[in-house]
């Protein structure tokens, strides 16, 4: 079976930063496209970042480049979102997914999602 799971949420102050990680299993990590998205109540999902396979191709989102790291460690089969400065607005749950195609939803897969709350 096929397993993601996000973890390192919290609650923290602007300008905090924070660090997620997901460990998935049951897919050939190496050979996927891996994503972090965030949604809040009624609003849409959104791409945070997303890196290729092998780290030679990254993506942003609005408002969270600069700030915002996505990296993989293929021996471990993990991925990681480092966030700095957070804002809050960047109050979400955070989603971990892992596709062979990044404009495809053949073969995806998502975590259950890790809360991060910014406020003062």
């Known amino acids: 079976q096929v397993h993601l799971a996000e973890s390192g949420g919290g609650e923290v102050q602007p300008g905090a930063s924070l660090t997620l990680s997901c460990e998935t299993s049951g897919i050939t990590f190496s050979r996927y496209f891996v994503s972090w998205y965030r949604q809040v109540p009624g609003k849409e999902r959104e791409l945070v970042a997303r890196?290729?396979?092998?780290?030679?191709?990254?993506d942003y989102g609005d408002g969270v480049e600069g700030r915002f790291r996505i990296s993989r460690d293929n021996s471990q089969n993990k991925m990681y979102l480092h966030m700095t400065d957070l804002k809050p607005e960047d109050t979400a749950m955070y989603y971990c997914n892992a596709a062979i195609s990044p404009w495809s939803s053949l073969y995806e897969y998502w975590g259950q999602g890790t809360q991060v709350t910014v406020s003062s």
């Open positions: 890196l290729s396979s092998f780290g030679d191709m990254t």
